[in-house]
């Protein structure tokens, strides 16, 4: 642990974690100090750490690495309100605002104000570098400061961005065993296979051995009550199932009807206008159904969107107006 000896609101300063020196039975908060603005003050994540009684499992929690995505703040707010360390086998950690940057400006880009202006995509960029450009950096201490050497298995909670939903949707790699069994704890309803290796930190992670899934629960900038509770329900599931815990009983994904897929389709707007997208989330769709159209501003029909496989719709555009490029409707199929 390095503390720096700055108290912000009452909260310790941290610039690197090390769960193994904190004491068993407590519930810690600290405010992790990263990368500094263009004003030469500096970025703050808010950290929750439960640390068990006993020895087990270390399990991350993270959420704001996208500013508009908001859902997994309340899950992990609402699982430290009900964590008893006393109870607690091994180790939660709970990253509350991972893009500080990000949340301020409700968008899914890290601005900088670099030459003129910049922005990055956070979940592109793990596990950073030490002497990139401010978001790069802020990526490299995230990874290296606050979480690769505190973990054991990883939950990045997201939800789909401005303008588009998903359903209670999840990104994981099944070909992993440690993270189908992770997956399957969830009362999803859709579960993409999928084989990332971009940046994000589901992807970082595995690629270094330590599980992790992404779950996208429903919509940008709101609280979804329902998404949020079956979230913690497949939390509480995990924790039993790695024995952090003695005693839960939720709906997990056997019991729920959860679909899993390996294929993901996204058609997209192939030109500007006025959207109307024709199905529902969880509808079931065949080859060639219509699913969206598009109209010019004076009610034209100017493109007609049809589905190019059978699939079930795990995410639609919410936004009326869509430019080329904006997704429409997004199908899992096998
Ligand atoms: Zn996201």
Redesign the pocket.
């Known amino acids: 642990m390095i503390y720096n000896g700055d108290i912000i609101d009452g909260v310790p300063v941290i610039t690197k974690l090390d769960v193994s020196h904190l004491e068993r039975g407590k519930i810690y908060r600290f405010m992790f100090k990263s990368v500094e603005m263009n004003i030469g003050q500096s970025w703050y994540v808010p950290v929750m750490v439960a640390v068990g009684k006993m020895p087990g499992k270390r399990l991350l929690l993270n959420t704001g690495?996208?500013g508009d995505?908001l859902n997994g703040i309340k899950v992990i707010q609402d699982i430290f309100s009900t964590l008893d360390p006393n109870q607690l086998a091994g180790v939660v950690i709970g990253t509350l605002q991972a893009s500080p940057n990000s949340l301020m400006h409700t968008s899914r880009y890290w601005y900088m104000t670099t030459d003129g202006s910049d922005y990055a995509d956070m979940?592109r960029l793990f596990p950073g570098k030490v002497t990139g450009n401010t978001a790069e950096r802020h990526a490299y201490k995230l990874w290296n400061d606050l979480w690769h050497e505190n973990v054991d298995m990883v939950i990045d909670l997201?939800?789909q961005s401005t303008d588009t939903v998903y359903s209670f949707f999840m990104y994981a790699d099944l070909s992993i065993p440690e993270v189908k069994s992770m997956a399957l704890q969830f009362p999803a309803d859709h579960i993409y296979d999928d084989k990332d290796a971009s940046g994000t930190v589901e992807g970082t992670f595995d690629s270094v051995g330590i599980p992790a899934i992404t779950l996208e629960l429903g919509s940008p900038r709101i609280f979804e009550p329902e998404y949020i509770a079956r979230a913690i329900e497949g939390i509480y599931n995990l924790m039993l199932d790695k024995q952090m815990i003695t005693d839960y009983k939720g709906r997990k994904a056997t019991d729920f009807g959860t679909i899993i897929g390996n294929k993901l389709s996204s058609i997209r707007a192939e030109v500007g206008g006025y959207a109307e997208v024709l199905v529902k989330i969880g509808a079931s769709v065949k080859i060639g159904e219509e699913i969206a159209i598009q109209k010019n501003p004076f009610g034209d029909l100017i493109k007609r969107y049809e589905a190019p496989n059978e699939g079930v719709v795990v995410s639609i555009g919410t936004g009326a107006t869509r430019e080329a490029g904006g997704l429409l409707v997004r199908l899992l199929s096998k």
């Open positions: 690495i996208h995505e979940n997201h939800t």
